[in-house]
């Protein structure tokens, strides 16, 4: 993103984005969320990003905020959210986005493990 005022809707996104954490999420969960979107909003910013993968960043962020605030249909499950990766973009990601999403996974697996 060239300039300031063009990166300006980015940067309300991913204040957008923290901010339903910090009212959404629980504190471990949460501080692996903000490192994982500080990271995707940082690489992205910095990077030669073209306005098609804007355009796709920015609609896959908006979806990640209606997930969160629980908008439209009933949350989908981590099994269901996995599958869907799996079978469609997982394919697509980089290497260090792969190490990303098994990190988050993962975490998810023991929050999951130490519920009662």
Do not use: C
Request: no cysteine.
């Amino acid at each position: 993103m060239a300039s300031r005022q063009a990166a300006a809707p980015i940067i309300s996104l991913y204040r957008e984005v923290l901010k339903l954490h910090r009212e959404r999420l629980p504190p471990p969960v949460r501080n692996l969320g903000d490192s994982y979107v500080r990271a995707e909003f940082r690489s992205h910013l910095r990077g030669k990003t073209s306005e098609s993968q804007w355009a796709q960043f920015v609609r896959e962020w908006r979806g990640y905020l209606a997930t969160l605030r629980g908008d439209g249909q009933q949350t989908p499950t981590n099994a269901t959210v996995s599958s869907e990766l799996v079978s469609g973009d997982y394919g697509s990601l980089s290497e260090d986005q792969r190490k990303r999403v098994e990190l988050l996974q993962k975490e998810l697996r023991e929050r999951d493990d130490s519920r009662p």
